[in-house]
């Protein structure tokens, strides 16, 4: 093995079951982040992974293959021995609903191998209609015993869905077992959040409905739907990305002093965010579908699925009362990119404005924060031109973190809450109150749901949608 994958840093032996295997997100996002857990010596030292599904890629060394190549096309710079010990360790096991002797026979025979002190991780990448059949068949076959179960958004399609299946999981595992996944929590920049607005005096005092006029939450993507027709069909940009990752990122904004970057600590604040987050008013809430997605392969020719949505939002409690969270998000959009904006109130003096160049005033104060991989947070404001005169312009204070950090290596997303997995850390995972709470929200619409309005690919969404935030938005109007 590799000096580099040796350590594993202490934790005990695991056997990770990823159901799923041969899906577009194993590809992507979740070997990838096993190798470079590997890499950088942050997996166990002993394991074992096997992958699961209802058909088989071949035999082992054929699905090993496949990784390889997956691996080959997604990580720069690859490490040979790091990967070759990495896919020594993988095996497939096919498995369905119906029947899942046979992987848990596997199951047992790697944890029997790697000792009495072996932990299990089950990783259900599996579409939301197959999950409750899943969770079923781990509670018949012993597959959730002594596990930690990670479970793909969404967590139900609805209220009464997300108590169901809440419901399965309790029959088979413990609240504390279970890894509700939100990737978007993952992020370096997502928990620098809390480091920027707590650890900086400049900021908090700052952090409230006296100083902040409105919060723009803002993911467009570029992308259309990417062959996910299907998928789409049956959940729709509201339940894809608005109940789970636009809102999570509300929540981390708003919540109050946690006390401590603790796991009870942090979530507990983080739902009483929710708890006041009013339910969601179809009058200030704009659907959109991008012209063509009725084309896309396995998409109904009459469909209304919404591909983009457009919210106002408000907490209702001291600190943010009256403040509106405007919330974006939509596919075959201008731009890709994840931005946070706390656009600031002007002061309450007015002799600057005279001061404006050309009778345009600058833009208002906005702290702006983009959750890229290497975190960029600016902040815009209003200073004097370099000359003779007193004249008004607009300054940016940034801070690039790649750049002031070159020697760090910061996590992927998934990267990242792999490994709080395999450390049994839920800090940054969502809880079943979380997910209620916030059905509870969006459930106006899905009970009364906006028009859906068409929208031009490359463009960014309707108008009414333009039109929703004072100020409009910071990006696209």
Same mark, same amino acid.
């Given at each position: 093995?590799?000096?580099?994958?040796?350590?594993?840093?202490?934790?005990?032996?695991?056997?990770?079951?990823?159901?799923?295997?041969?899906?577009?997100?194993?590809?992507?996002?979740?070997?990838?982040?096993?190798?470079?857990?590997?890499?950088?010596?942050?997996?166990?030292?002993?394991?074992?992974?096997?992958?699961?599904?209802?058909?088989?890629?071949?035999?082992?060394?054929?699905?090993?293959?496949?990784?390889?190549?997956?691996?080959?096309?997604?990580?720069?710079?690859?490490?040979?021995?790091?990967?070759?010990?990495?896919?020594?360790?993988?095996?497939?096991?096919?498995?369905?609903?119906?029947?899942?002797?046979?992987?848990?026979?596997?199951?047992?025979?790697?944890?029997?191998?790697?000792?009495?002190?072996?932990?299990?991780?089950?990783?259900?990448?599996?579409?939301?209609?197959?999950?409750?059949?899943?969770?079923?068949?781990?509670?018949?076959?012993?597959?959730?015993?002594?596990?930690?179960?990670?479970?793909?958004?969404?967590?139900?399609?609805?209220?009464?869905?997300?108590?169901?299946?809440?419901?399965?999981?309790?029959?088979?595992?413990?609240?504390?077992?279970?890894?509700?996944?939100?990737?978007?929590?993952?992020?370096?920049?997502?928990?620098?959040?809390?480091?920027?607005?707590?650890?900086?005096?400049?900021?908090?005092?700052?952090?409230?409905?006296?100083?902040?006029?409105?919060?723009?939450?803002?993911?467009?993507?570029?992308?259309?739907?990417?062959?996910?027709?299907?998928?789409?069909?049956?959940?729709?940009?509201?339940?894809?990305?608005?109940?789970?990752?636009?809102?999570?990122?509300?929540?981390?904004?708003?919540?109050?002093?946690?006390?401590?970057? *603790?796991?009870?600590?942090?979530?507990?604040?983080?739902?009483?965010?929710?708890?006041?987050?009013?339910?969601?008013?179809?009058?200030?809430?704009?659907?959109?579908?991008?012209?063509?997605?009725?084309?896309?392969?396995?998409?109904?020719?009459?469909?209304?699925?919404?591909?983009?949505?457009?919210?106002?939002?408000?907490?209702?409690?001291?600190?943010?009362?009256?403040?509106?969270?405007?919330?974006?998000?939509?596919?075959?959009?201008?731009?890709?990119?994840?931005?946070?904006?706390?656009?600031?109130?002007?002061?309450?003096?007015?002799?600057?404005?005279?001061?404006?160049?050309?009778?345009?005033?600058?833009?208002?104060?906005?702290?702006?924060?983009?959750?890229?991989?290497?975190? *960029?947070?600016?902040?815009?404001?209003?200073?004097?031109?370099?000359?003779?005169?007193?004249?008004?312009?607009?300054?940016?204070?940034?801070?690039?973190?790649?750049?002031?950090?070159?020697?760090?290596?910061?996590?992927?997303?998934?990267?990242?809450?792999?490994?709080?997995?395999?450390?049994?850390?839920?800090?940054?995972?969502?809880?079943?109150?979380?997910?209620?709470?916030?059905?509870?929200?969006?459930?106006?619409?899905?009970?009364?749901?906006?028009?859906?309005?068409?929208?031009?690919?490359?463009?960014?969404?309707?108008?009414?949608?333009?039109?929703?935030?004072?100020?409009?938005?910071?990006?696209?109007?």
């Amino acid at each position: 093995m590799s000096s580099t994958s040796a350590t594993g840093n202490g934790l005990a032996p695991h056997v990770l079951v990823l159901f799923g295997a041969t899906g577009d997100l194993a590809g992507r996002k979740l070997f990838p982040g096993l190798y470079r857990l590997a890499a950088a010596g942050r997996l166990p030292q002993s394991f074992r992974v096997i992958g699961s599904g209802r058909t088989s890629p071949g035999t082992d060394e054929e699905f090993r293959a496949a990784i390889r190549e997956a691996l080959e096309d997604r990580v720069d710079e690859l490490d040979g021995e790091v990967l070759d010990d990495l896919l020594a360790r993988l095996s497939f096991q096919t498995s369905n609903a119906d029947d899942g002797s046979d992987l848990a026979a596997a199951v047992r025979a790697a944890e029997d191998e790697l000792g009495d002190d072996v932990r299990r991780l089950v990783y259900l990448s599996v579409p939301p209609s197959a999950m409750l059949d899943m969770i079923a068949m781990l509670g018949r076959e012993g597959l959730a015993e002594r596990a930690r179960l990670v479970i793909e958004k969404p967590f139900g399609l609805d209220l009464e869905s997300a108590r169901t299946l809440d419901a399965a999981l309790k029959e088979v595992v413990e609240e504390d077992q279970v890894f509700r996944i939100d990737h978007f929590l993952g992020k370096e920049a997502v928990q620098n959040i809390l480091a920027l607005r707590f650890a900086n005096g400049l900021f908090e005092p700052a952090w409230d409905r006296r100083s902040i006029e409105s919060v723009q939450i803002d993911v467009p993507e570029e992308l259309d739907i990417q062959g996910r027709g299907s998928f789409y069909e049956g959940t729709g940009c509201l339940r894809d990305m608005i109940s789970t990752h636009l809102c999570q990122l509300l929540g981390f904004v708003g919540l109050e002093d946690p006390g401590a970057f *603790h796991e009870r600590r942090l979530r507990d604040a983080k739902a009483r965010v929710f708890q006041q987050l009013q339910p969601l008013d179809p009058e200030r809430v704009v659907f959109g579908q991008y012209v063509g997605y009725r084309d896309e392969d396995d998409v109904d020719p009459e469909s209304n699925v919404e591909t983009f949505v457009a919210i106002e939002a408000y907490v209702d409690n001291d600190r943010w009362r009256g403040v509106p969270f405007y919330l974006r998000t939509g596919k075959a959009m201008a731009l890709s990119c994840r931005t946070i904006t706390l656009r600031f109130r002007n002061p309450a003096c007015d002799w600057w404005q005279a001061l404006s160049m050309d009778g345009v005033n600058p833009g208002p104060n906005e702290l702006v924060l983009q959750l890229t991989d290497d975190a *960029h947070i600016s902040l815009e404001m209003r200073a004097k031109k370099p000359g003779p005169d007193m004249e008004l312009v607009e300054a940016v204070m940034a801070v690039d973190f790649a750049q002031d950090f070159p020697n760090d290596d910061p996590l992927e997303a998934y990267e990242r809450l792999i490994l709080d997995v395999l450390r049994g850390d839920r800090t940054l995972f969502t809880r079943s109150d979380e997910v209620e709470r916030l059905w509870e929200v969006c459930q106006p619409l899905l009970d009364d749901p906006p028009e859906v309005v068409p929208y031009d690919k490359g463009s960014w969404g309707p108008q009414a949608a333009l039109d929703l935030p004072r100020g409009g938005w910071r990006l696209g109007g």
